[in-house]
């Protein structure tokens, strides 16, 4: 079954409200729908979530006419095809002879977007051409998977009693644990706003802290051990992005609670040292926004051998078919109970999960089970 054509597709919706995190200013939610075509009529779709849109497309569009005639089941190998294309080859630097030139180096974060969204359809192509689900294809079951709803952002009024009022209303639509971001306000404000979620959503919800890398490490540890009476899951890339493993080895030391990290990571090879520090507990590793689902397969069998959850960074759609297929460590996805926050899958993806009783509940369409609504599609292409 070869390829004949890849397409991408860069999406966005202007959000309503500007948000932040701690970190940067979101005013849109936005993707890159993958198309890759291959015989006997099939079409895998892929997700990419990265920036800017039009550079990542471009990189989707150029990889497609490197791979296209390839074998479309063949993951592994078109993988690593693109992949060796980011480093030195013999006599690959003039980009003569059908060879193409070292990709630069300012690129890598998009064209490890662009390898991610591609690979990821491949898997879709898989999926359907078995005519199975993703998950079965990986040994899975078809299990609830347990998720969580994202809330907390800093619109410009924020306050320490709106972001409770969101967290309660997560609880209130069924979900139980919910995600906070934080480190916007100073540290002790911080505190009492942890403290004021903790007491609207009740004891028995999981919490988690999304810190959005605030934090260096003496102010870490202080607003650790200020919010520890609050039971809290875990403190999410609770470092500055400069931190590396050592630092997360002495916080870690220093706090009770868990530490989870790998949204911001684009490949294996830095993802294998945060885990074998052993300073983290929790591996949140996206797919779609670098190196796809056969990177986070490989690393998620990294984190099993060393006792570390799997709980994917956004896209139920498509990484609960990654947890289901890890009955040890697969512990739960991430969503968003809120449509205003990132409507843009609300809308292309029409039934892309089924939430009931702060589960996710996977069905047994082939590939991802995306359906695709493109009459959305082309009322947001970017």
Not at 53 to 59: R, Y
Not at 97 to 123: C, E, H, N
Not at 163 to 174: L, P
Not at 357 to 367: A, R
């Amino acid at each position: 079954m070869k390829i004949t054509a890849v397409r991408a597709h860069p999406l966005s919706i202007r959000l309503e409200h500007e948000l932040w995190t701690a970190q940067e200013a979101l005013k849109d939610s936005s993707l890159i729908l993958v198309e890759v075509e291959a015989g006997e009529g099939l079409t895998g779709y892929g997700i990419i979530h990265g920036s800017p849109l039009k550079s990542i497309a471009e990189w989707v569009t150029r990889f497609g006419d490197i791979i296209r005639g390839d074998d479309a089941l063949a993951h592994e190998i078109i993988w690593n095809k693109l992949f060796s294309l980011t480093t030195p080859r013999p006599r690959a630097m003039f980009g003569t002879g059908g060879l193409v030139a070292p990709l630069p180096r300012s690129a890598r974060p998009q064209v490890m977007a662009a390898i991610g969204g591609i690979d990821i359809a491949l898997w879709d192509l898989k999926g359907k051409a078995a005519r199975m689900p993703v998950y079965k294809l990986l040994g899975g079951e078809r299990r609830p998977i347990f998720t969580y709803s994202t809330g907390g952002y800093y619109p410009r009024d924020a306050t320490i009693e709106s972001a409770a009022r969101e967290m309660a209303g997560f609880v209130a639509k069924g979900y139980r644990a919910v995600k906070l971001k934080t480190g916007g306000f100073s540290v002790e404000d911080e505190i009492e706003r942890v403290a004021a979620v903790r007491e609207a959503i009740g004891r028995d919800i999981l919490l988690m802290l999304d810190m959005n890398a605030a934090y260096g490490l003496n102010d870490c540890i202080r607003f650790a051990h200020g919010v520890e009476p609050y039971n809290i899951t875990w403190l999410e890339e609770p470092l500055h992005w400069y931190l590396q493993p050592n630092d997360y080895v002495q916080l870690a030391g220093a706090t009770r609670i868990p530490l989870s990290h790998g949204e911001r990571e684009i490949h294996r090879f830095t993802v294998r040292d945060f885990i074998e520090c052993g300073a983290i507990k929790y591996l949140q590793f996206d797919s779609t926004r670098a190196a796809g689902f056969t990177e986070s397969l490989r690393v998620a069998q990294l984190a099993e051998q060393h006792g570390v959850f799997v709980v994917p960074h956004h896209s139920p759609e498509i990484h609960a078919h990654l947890v289901a297929a890890l009955p040890e460590v697969g512990y739960c996805v991430e969503s968003h109970a809120s449509d205003t926050r990132d409507p843009l899958p609300h809308q292309i993806f029409p039934e892309r999960v089924i939430f009931r009783d702060g589960y996710i509940h996977l069905t047994d369409k082939p590939g991802f089970g995306l359906d695709i609504d493109w009459k959305s599609v082309e009322r947001h292409r970017a």
